[in-house]
């Protein structure tokens, strides 16, 4: 992968304003993908393609990422970055709503990364387990959304998605199938390893 142009890629994407993934979820991250060398990866997010990229460094032998984007300007973005940071090959995106692309998806991954509507963690929860390896391992950017999840204040606009998120933990927490560790990096990071 070029090195460079990912830099790039992220500078453009901070100044857009662009939601990518922060440097210290970011490391955490890499080290469980490092550990695992993943043969394939679903992330549900693409935005500009930042985080696909970057994990594509870590995909063992001639793995690949599939990564869904609602947005079709993103959708056009995340193309070209793949283009210029040369992962082409590595990485393919699904245009449309996750709701709708995910239950068409019948493939199992090891690794699934969900970065996208707050308020639909739950389903993509269930999305993920159905399609998730022996092995696997599901982890959840932003679940404790600027610390309104774990408070009590509850009246803000924002309340679906809280509530949704809260589901989320309490979902990964309860199941037997699935051991789970919440991380206060970034916005908030859920990892859940399937154990059998
Ligand atoms: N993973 C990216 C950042 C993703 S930001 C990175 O770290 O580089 C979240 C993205 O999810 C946004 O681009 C948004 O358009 C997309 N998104 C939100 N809800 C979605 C949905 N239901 N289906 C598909 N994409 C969705
Ligand atoms: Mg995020």
């Known amino acids: 992968m070029n090195k460079i142009e990912l830099e790039k890629i992220k500078k453009k994407a901070l100044?857009?304003?662009?939601?990518?993934?922060?440097?210290?979820?970011?490391e955490v991250?890499?080290?469980i993908l490092k550990e695992k060398s993943?043969?394939?990866i679903l992330e549900i997010g693409t935005a500009v393609g930042y985080s696909a990229i970057c994990f594509s460094e870590y995909l063992g032998g001639d793995g690949y990422?599939?990564?869904i984007e609602r947005e079709s300007n993103r959708v056009i973005q995340a193309k070209e970055n793949i283009k210029k940071a040369e992962v082409e090959n590595k990485i393919n995106i699904y245009e449309g709503d996750a709701?709708?692309?995910?239950?068409?998806?019948n493939k199992k991954y090891d690794?699934?990364?969900i970065d996208a509507?707050?308020?639909?963690?739950?389903f993509f929860l269930e999305q993920a387990l159905r399609m998730l390896n022996e092995n696997g391992i599901i982890i959840?950017?932003?679940v404790l959304y600027k610390g309104y999840v774990m408070s009590d204040y509850n009246k803000h606009k924002q309340r679906t998605a809280v509530r949704n998120l809260r589901e989320y933990i309490a979902k990964i927490t309860e199941n037997p199938n699935l051991e789970t560790k919440i991380l206060e990096v970034g916005d908030g990071l859920a990892i859940s390893k399937k154990i059998s």
Do not use: R, W
Not at 15 to 26: A, Q, R, V, W
Not at 99 to 105: A, F, G, K, R
Not at 117 to 122: D, F, S, T
């Open 99 to 105: 709701v709708e692309v995910l239950p068409t998806l």
């Open 15 to 26: 100044e857009e304003k662009i939601p990518i993934i922060m440097d210290d979820t970011l």
């Open 111 to 113: 690794v699934v990364f």
């Open 65 to 67: 990422i599939d990564t």
């Open 29 to 31: 991250i890499s080290q």
């Open 140 to 142: 959840a950017d932003n």
């Open 38 to 40: 993943p043969k394939n």
């Open 117 to 122: 509507a707050k308020g639909k963690y739950p």
